[in-house]
């Protein structure tokens, strides 16, 4: 390892509108205040502004991830990397696994993969233990689940929550005033383990009440026009705003009164912690590690997944008593900036980065992940 500033290669799948996209940023962000040059990989940034993408030294290999054509773009990515080599990879999600165990093997580099989700019930996932150091789980429930499809040792697994920025100034009283229509809010990769359709369900049957409230759902993906049709069919249309633009929700979360995350599967839930971070009280489904995060009644309000109707009540709930709303969202905040900041997670992740780039280097077989 290099004795000064050693060198991080994070290697990314395309920046897209999802909590793991925000991971990446922050990492790269704060590794050069720990002391690391950071370099970070992938195969598109283009939602990322031009100017961050060249203070962050963003490398784009389009085509990565294609079948075919990806082996000809990671070969020419070793090529480069040959010339001045990371002293550890850190791949950052599941997604480009297989490309970044390619580029450790080739690059004779250890390796860290963080994993922000659960294995697919026919997924099979190899680990290559000969360069791997270290599998960091973004909650319990990810490390358990994870540990226990991959047949891998529980100290090859490390949890190290994601970590959101806690410094903004919050107005605690603009949450639900009297003088104007509330918002409830929701955002994410628009995908069908999102569960959005249940929260357009839920945004029917409060509107069925007769409150004059308005409903935005902040990402984009493959749900979007599904979402927009199902909005039209539920005559919500009219109440419900898509934003699809972003990469980061900060505005979108600031706009809101209530956020809700109806997830059918969740590793942590990166923007809720965000809007949580903004005092914002959340409504959030009953799965993954989202228990770790919300405590019901205390930190947020917890439904069952698939269940527009609890959703509902809970958003008739908090909307029938803001007080409670912003007792719920000022508990919130305190609980994200003691265990979910920012730098709690980069400290943490350089804690790991050192302990491996100062150990001797192992000699491990690969693994296959058991069904």
Partial sequence: MSEIEPSILLFAGRFTVRGSCSYSLRLAEQLPLQGMRSVVVCP???????ERRRELQIREFSHLQLPLWGCVVVRMMLRQLQLDPPDLIHIQSRNVAQQGMWLARELKRPFVLTVHDYLQPSERFVVDRRWCRRIIAVSDSVKS???????LPSDLISVVHSGVNTNDEVDETSILTANRVPVVGTAGPLEAVKGFPFFLGAAARVLATGRDVEFVIAGAGPEESNLRRLARELKIDSHVTFSPNLLEFGDALSATDIFCLPSLQQGIGTIMLEAMSKGRPVIASRVGGIDQVVRDGETGLLVPPSDSDSLAKRILELLDDPTKAREIGRAARVEVARDFSVNQMVSK?????????EAKPANREPVLARR
Avoid: N, S
């Fill in 44 to 50: 598109d940034a283009r939602r990322v502004e031009p």
């Fill in 349 to 357: 992740t350089v804690a790991v980065y050192r302990e491996i780039l």
């Fill in 145 to 151: 689940d994870f540990q226990k499809r991959a047949g």
